[in-house]
């Protein structure tokens, strides 16, 4: 597939063309159920949307059940954004439900295909983001992070996926998970690609309260492979990996030094903490944002013999397991009883994430990390939802911090399929976060 930099330089004819020639490519490809909907806004480049991604007139759903047939009223601060700089909305593309999950299997239109096996879960939950530009179904996609949901389907499908800094880019139009997590960002075929893209998407927007009021410029015009990095690895926190991820991590190494970075060997808490402190955090914030879909005002219903009916009949229908799962775990620790015991000591334990990764980028550019302890693995592999909870601690401390990171592949496993590992950096160095990934490309 052509790449997004390439892409900006075709003609209106070409890239209508390239259109057409994409949705040929998606029919044949229909198996990997990587797109829910082909849609097409404007005459730019064709850029896939995850389907939390509110586009004027288009059905926007979350992958749930709950909002099939609800159509976006607006654009989302980043749909205007792409259409601004010559870019097109095409296509939903297949999530988890409400963006809970690693495996993009709790969506209400099934499951996505691994591309590069079709035996494979993509990741999640933006797996179908991954899927789609892992195919050449799509130029570039955007997708969003809670908790890994735009690396952990990168590194699973090999491509590269990026979470700005929070605050970085609006959440307006952006259907929420757990707000004080979620970033939309950039899923592309390279790191140059997603320097593009991010460079479009991001920015200030007044509409959206947590947006970070400053301009630190853009960052694709600068981008620059020679200059050298301080790099943590952090070998205690690797050691729970597979042995791929391991072999990967270290051949990763070499390529800095080899680049001419120098590493220096940290250490981070055991991420035992950051799984208990995500799975509070954003299950008490998803339990939050969630409440609005009661039937009443947004998506299906399902009439009950009272008010009261109504709302439990039309959740209990319109949410998969996973969602109600959460919606009760959120519940129990906001309830009084427990609030001190579980969401105050999440809140606690967040801090100290952040003062650790502060601390640690008071002395170094960027931090080396695994974005998965395994590589894609296949369906029902992880069916126990702590199982799947547990996968992914590399990626949920760097939302707890609201740090960026990016992630890519940057070995090929015995079994064939692509390992990737993320760079962190400190928040608002996206600059030397896209620089440093220069070197692992
Ligand atoms: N797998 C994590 C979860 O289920 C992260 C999801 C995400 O980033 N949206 O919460």
Redesign the pocket.
Known sequence: MITLKEALKLSKAELASLKEELKAKIAAKAELNAYVDILNVGEGIPIAIKDNIQVSGWSVTSGSNILKGYIAPYNATVIEKLLANGMSPFGRTNM?EF????TTESSCYGKTLNPLNHNCVPG???GGSAAAVAAGLAVAALG???????R?PAAFCGIVGMKPTYGRVSRYGLGA??SS??QIGPMTQNVEDAAILYDIIQGYDPKDSTSADRNDGTVSDKLDANVKLKIAIVPDYVKDASEEVRKAYAKAIEALKNAGHTIVEKSLMDPKYDISA??IT?TAEATTNLARYDGIRYGNRVEGENLKDTFLQTRSNGFGPEVQRRIMLGNFVLSSGYYDAYYVKAQKVRRLIQEEYNKIFEEVDLILTPVAPRTAYEFGALSDPLE??L??IY??SV?LAGLPAISLPVDTAENGMPVGLQLIAAPYAEQTLFNGALSLE
């Open positions: 988890d963006a809970m999950g690693s999640g939950s933006s969003s992070d809670t908790g890994g949901s735009i952990q998970y757990a997590l979620d995500y799975y954003a799947m909870y996968s992914d990626t949920i939302n």
